[in-house]
């Protein structure tokens, strides 16, 4: 089956500074990449999602790459702000077309102001 | 309805007792997850419905838990004989369809606490 594997683990940047978040996955068949972020106490809500067919997409400060032979993707953020703190999960279709997500195990995400 | 929806959002039981977590997904959305997320931990995978039939029930860690669906909508997850290490928040999550085209939309979650 699908492993997800994430990196870091904890992050800690200055305000307006850049933050990248890697994650490998090990199904060549996974086709479907979302990113949640969870807030403290709160639900992990949608953020950014890339297919396979697509190498990068951005929307404003976020942005997410995907390397299917090398089988990882990547979340960017720039211009961190104070409430971009947060855990982030990556997240692998399996089983090809998918009947659920694998997630990694999070990033916790510290935006010093 | 407008968002999922998920009760109670808080329940603490006594070691030994069964409790039920209820899940209400998006109007018209067949597919429905429910993960465990420990304390500062990530998102377990325990079992997925499309439809009323659940397809991949490999996430449930024991015999204790169980799950089902009813109408196509709601769906109750089932954990018998708690265990102190069953805390967790159990979150429940529904797509419109295959996952690969859609993603999640997670509820609240319960936050089950088993004294």
């Known amino acids: 089956g699908e492993n997800v594997e994430q990196h870091p683990s904890t992050l800690s940047v200055q305000e307006g500074d850049s933050a990248v978040i890697k994650c490998t996955y090990s199904?060549?068949?996974?086709?479907?990449f979302p990113w949640y972020k969870q807030e403290l106490g709160k639900r992990p809500q949608l953020i950014i999602d890339?297919?396979?067919?697509?190498g990068e997409k951005k929307d404003q400060r976020i942005a997410v790459t995907l390397n299917k032979t090398a089988k990882h993707f990547s979340l960017h953020i720039t211009e961190t702000q104070p409430e971009d703190s947060a855990v982030y999960f990556c997240?692998?279709?399996?089983?090809?077309?998918?009947?659920?997500?694998?997630f990694g195990p999070g990033t916790r995400l510290s935006v010093l102001p | 309805g407008a968002g999922v929806s998920q009760s109670p959002s808080n329940k603490v039981t006594e070691k030994g007792k069964d409790v039920e977590l209820r899940c209400d997904p998006i109007?018209?959305?067949?597919?429905l997850y429910w993960y465990r997320q420990s304390l500062g931990q990530g998102l377990e995978f325990l079992i997925y419905?499309?439809?009323?039939?659940?397809?991949?029930k490999s996430g449930l860690p024991s015999d204790r838990f169980s799950a089902e669906r009813t109408g196509g909508s709601v769906s109750t997850l089932t954990i018998q004989r708690t265990q102190q290490e069953d805390s967790a928040v159990y979150l429940c999550?529904?797509?419109?369809?295959?996952?690969?085209?859609?993603?999640?939309?997670f509820g609240s979650g319960t936050r089950l606490t088993v004294v």
């Open positions: 199904d060549s068949a996974s086709n479907y």
């Open positions: 419905f499309q439809g009323n039939s659940a397809p991949d």
């Open positions: 999550a529904s797509s419109p369809g295959q996952v690969a085209n859609y993603g999640y939309t």
């Open positions: 890339i297919r396979s067919n697509v």
């Open positions: 109007s018209g959305h067949t597919a």
């Open positions: 997240a692998a279709s399996s089983r090809g077309y998918g009947q659920n997500f694998v």
